[in-house]
Antibody
Framework: DVQLLESGGGLAQPGGSLRLSCEAS????????MSWVRQAPGKGLEWVST????????YYADAVKGRFTISRDNSKSTLSLYMSSLRPDDTAVYYC?????????????WGQGTLVTVSS | EIVMTQSPATLYASPGESVTLSCRAS??????LAWYQQKFGQAPRLLIY???TRATGIPARFSGSGSGTEFTLTISSLQSEDFGVYYC??????????FGQGTKLEHK
């Protein structure tokens, strides 16, 4: 079975940093485009970042560009999101998601999410 | 950025009824439209992609249609487990892709 398990969320101060991890199992991570999607409390879904299978191509939403970095270690089946210069409006549940087949948009498997709270 | 607008914001229905949820794109997205279901406290679940293709394991009572800028998700013969929030998502020339604000399907 495909499983995605996020970790690393928690409380961070404005201007601080956090690193989220997503451990993938049940499939070969190298063969899939992966992304992070976030959901602020009581709000809808917002795309954050996407990484190609080999990590050579990465994309970011304007709201996080220059502050967040997506990376992956396919040998360890792990996707990461390094978040710096955090702001209160980054507060959200962050989901790791697998992109379906060769699609760059359809997410067929999601983790349960990890909550990031940015507050002083 | 392509803006996705869903209507209604909240839909009230009873088990056994059929419902239709709408999604409009600010510009044409072709057939690059997906639907997700999210229940409280859970991750989203893929229902439909490519406007009308059901994802693996999704019951036939879920169907999608449309093209360009107008799309619908129809759930026939609602089951109790179908209540939750539904999001449409465009992925034409993704990334970026964008989601609608969601339609909450609630028990009447």
């Amino acid at each position: 079975d495909v499983q995605l398990l996020e970790s690393g969320g928690g409380l961070a101060q404005p201007g601080g940093s956090l690193r989220l991890s997503c451990e993938a199992s049940g499939f070969n991570l190298r063969s899939y485009v992966m992304s992070w999607v976030r959901q602020a409390p009581g709000k809808g879904l917002e795309w954050v970042s996407t990484s190609s299978g080999d990590g050579s191509a990465t994309y970011y939403a304007d709201a996080v560009k220059g502050r967040f970095t997506i990376s992956r270690d396919n040998s360890k089946s792990t996707l990461s999101l390094y978040m710096s210069s955090l702001r209160p409006d980054d507060t959200a549940v962050y989901y790791c998601a697998r992109l379906f087949s060769s699609s760059w948009g359809v997410r067929d498997h999601w983790g349960q999410g990890t909550l990031v709270t940015v507050s002083s | 950025e392509i803006v996705m607008t869903q209507s209604p914001a909240t839909l009230y229905a009873s088990p056994g009824e059929s419902v239709t949820l709408s999604c409009r794109a600010s510009q044409s997205v072709g057939h690059y439209l997906a639907w997700y279901q999210q229940k409280f406290g859970q991750a989203p679940r893929l229902l439909i992609y490519g406007t009308s293709t059901r994802a693996t394991g999704i019951p036939a009572r879920f169907s999608g249609s449309g093209s360009g800028t107008e799309f619908t998700l129809t759930i026939s013969s609602l089951q109790s487990e179908d209540f939750g929030v539904y999001y449409c998502q465009q992925y034409d020339r993704a990334p970026p892709d964008t989601f609608g604000q969601g339609t909450k399907l609630e028990h009447k």
